[in-house]
């Protein structure tokens, strides 16, 4: 799966322009869905199967876009002023590069605040294209750009920008190979903007109308150094979502993955994230109600340019939602 992953993380598709990496995935996808569409927030919405009398219609979803950044303002010596898309920490930006829908790539630093120890608010921070003046500028106001940093494979952790939710992406496609038989009709979602509230996943899951729903998104560990927020950790399995800032998982759904991992002896976490969300509040929501909760692949060093992922804990995901869809799912034991 490694090439798959290299291939999805460095493909460039911020929120709301997520054309290059469903692309990507509809090459992946074409030979072995029932079906597929883009709907009219460009969400893939993939089939897989038809729903037999013991089974369900499920939707699966994981975030083809990623946080980036948009130019707000372009001064006379060619400096670029820019606002986040999603969760742009400014402690990641300084000395970070960024690359342009049309390949433009730029650097970030800070105007000078007198001191080297402090970290500027990202209205005080500023692109560098190389450009000398605003004439000379190749990106223009409303360009949309993402960090730039390649997958780097240190052999069981992998670090790359985007693995938010790439590597989410990676495992829906490899389950969606995987899956031979199923009793169920099966909708594996590439959804987007989900970095700026969730809102390709509304859309989607209003148009499916699910009996079930399972988001695959990282979630941050807290097995570094002085950081306690998060019991999960690296290498210990995937994370069964209990809760977060903006669900809570139906507690039927969430025993029957945990019955699921402990019958195929598949390690697992239970994952709670005191902030943000997932796809899988979106799901919970739509209609008259969903029964859902998520996988989470724990991740360090999440919205960083560089979080790092277990590729065990990637196969064992895969492992688990793929025993998980292949049987009639019971959520009253
Ligand atoms: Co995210
Ligand atoms: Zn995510």
């Given at each position: ?44 919405i ?32 060619g ?6 898309i ?12 960024v ?5 433009q790539?730029?650097?970030i ?8 120890e ?24 409303g ?39 199923s009793?169920?009709?099966i ?6 903007q ?15 109308d ?8 990282i ?7 002085k ?11 995937p ?46 929501i ?48």
């Open positions: 799966m490694k090439q798959l992953i290299k291939k999805l993380v460095e493909a460039t598709g911020p929120s709301g322009y997520e054309d290059n990496i469903r692309n990507m995935i509809v090459d992946e996808i074409k030979t072995v869905a029932d079906d597929f569409k883009i709907d009219a927030l460009g969400n893939l993939v089939r897989k199967g038809q729903k037999s009398a013991d089974g369900m219609r499920i939707m699966l979803a994981a975030h083809m876009d990623e946080i980036g950044i948009i130019v707000t303002h372009i001064d006379e010596n400096f670029l002023r820019f606002a986040g999603g969760g742009v920490f400014p402690f990641h930006c300084i000395g970070s590069r690359e342009f829908l049309n390949g790539v730029g650097v630093y800070q105007e000078d605040l007198g001191s080297r402090k970290v500027a608010p990202l209205q005080k921070m500023y692109i560098d294209i190389g450009a000398s003046s605003k004439e000379e500028c190749s990106v223009k106001i360009d949309v750009a993402v960090f730039q940093r390649p997958f780097t494979d240190l052999g069981n952790r992998l670090v790359s920008k985007a693995m938010d939710d790439r590597i989410g992406v990676a495992i829906e496609i490899e389950v969606l190979k995987q899956l031979k038989d009793p169920h009709e909708y594996f979602v590439f959804t987007t989900e970095e700026v509230g969730t809102r390709g996943a509304t859309t989607a899951a209003f148009g499916i699910p009996d079930l729903g399972i988001a695959i998104d979630a941050p560990t807290g097995d570094v150094p950081d306690r927020r998060s019991a999960l950790k690296l290498a210990a399995g994370g069964i979502k209990v809760k977060d800032t903006g669900m809570i998982s139906d507690p039927r759904v969430v025993r029957s993955l945990v019955n699921t991992a402990e019958a195929a002896n598949i390690p697992y976490q239970m994952e709670i994230l005191l902030m943000g969300s997932t796809d899988a509040r979106a799901i919970q739509a209609k008259s109600g969903v029964p859902v909760s998520c996988l989470s692949i724990p991740t360090r060093y999440a919205h960083s340019p560089s979080e790092m992922v277990d590729y065990n804990d990637v196969q064992n995901t895969v492992k688990l939602l793929t025993a998980y869809l292949c049987k009639p799912i019971n959520l009253s034991l």
